[in-house]
């Protein structure tokens, strides 16, 4: 069981884990999703927990349920003269486990808000290695938007910020674990509105901070099981023939999460060689048709062995899971 950080909060979800091997162990780093009691909601208000970075404490906003223009029909959300407020809020928390399946998790936060960019909270991390070093792109949530930001690490103890690297609206980065002609690589998952559609794309950087020269990488398919849009999943590896990527992809038909992946060139990432002509996880089990967000299977870390690729994913925006599956027939179902 995870603990909540405070008292008077709720653990209302332990999902989207980064992962990676360190020392031996398979590390994660949960996002862990807090509310107050009963999420917040009773016959005569509603609440949203909310980091004050002027304080530098955690507030919980509190609303009469007949507040004139009061909207909280989204249990995700409350809106109320057209700002919006998060019902829960998140932090990042380290799990640690010798067979990949068995997990202690700590009973405090490893990076939790801290800053106006993340007054809303901080989700969905991604771990990579690059010389000893392990860099750790999260979700940063605030009134502004989505951002994405950078902190750093060797051992999981202690944790460098390192401030945004993608400004809102923008998430689902994942950064490669080596560089590519000279220069970091990542992709990344722009949110337009208005004109144009979520998308992958990717930039490269000299120093991991600022990023440039992007390019479009791949988009949803029409008619296909990600046909309604599609993000980044877990930091991509090396196979024959390029870069392994999973990604995740929504249906317009079933309106759920799915992975997938995507075969990128060795030497230049932006260019797609093949892609998963069916989803190679989908939601299945009770946990994953079920939950806060029912249907819905998300990656943002897998631990790739041999031909086993453990994949570690978020089920139903509630718990985590955990699936094995074979590389060679992931690598077989592209076309």
């Known amino acids: 069981m995870v603990r909540p950080s405070r008292s008077d909060l709720d653990v209302v979800g332990v999902f989207n884990p980064a992962a990676v091997r360190h020392r031996g162990d398979v590390v994660l780093l949960l996002r862990v999703a807090e509310a107050p009691p009963l999420g917040g909601r009773s016959e005569s208000e509603v609440a949203a927990p909310v980091f004050d970075a002027r304080t530098g404490q955690l507030e919980i906003k509190r609303w009469p349920t007949n507040t004139p223009g009061l909207d909280a029909s989204d249990p995700r959300v409350i809106v109320l003269d057209g700002r919006s407020w998060l019902t829960s809020i998140s932090h990042l928390r380290v799990a640690r486990s010798t067979d990949g ?68 609206n923008n998430r ?8 590519i002609g000279g220069r970091y690589v990542a992709l990344h998952r722009p949110m337009p509105e208005g004109i144009g559609e979520p998308a992958i794309w990717s930039a490269t950087s000299s120093d991991l901070a600022a990023w440039g020269e992007h390019k479009f990488v791949a988009k949803a398919r029409p008619g296909a099981w990600d046909d309604a849009k599609i993000g980044g999943g877990a930091v991509p590896f090396r196979v024959p023939g390029g870069w392994l990527a999973v990604y995740h992809g929504v249906s317009k038909s079933a309106t759920e999460y799915a992975l997938g992946a995507l075969l990128l060139d060795a030497n230049d990432p932006s260019v797609v060689i093949a892609r998963s002509r069916e989803p190679i996880l989908t939601p299945e089990m009770p946990y994953e048709r079920h939950g806060f967000f029912p249907g819905v299977v998300f990656t943002c870390g897998l631990v790739a062995e041999g031909d086993n690729v453990r994949v570690y994913y978020g089920a139903a925006d509630g718990v985590t899971a955990v699936a094995d599956l074979s590389l060679t027939e992931i690598l077989g179902g592209l076309i």
């Open 172 to 179: 689902d980065v994942t950064i490669f674990p080596e560089k």
């Open 101 to 168: 399946i068995h997990f202690d998790v700590e009973p405090h936060p490893a990076l939790a808000p801290a800053t106006e960019l993340e007054s809303f909270g901080v989700e969905d991390a991604r771990i990579t290695l690059i010389d000893g070093r392990y860099w750790i792109n999260y979700t940063a949530v605030s009134p502004l938007g989505i951002a994405t930001a950078l902190a750093s690490t060797t051992d999981f103890r202690r944790f460098e910020r390192h401030g945004v690297i993608f400004p809102p």
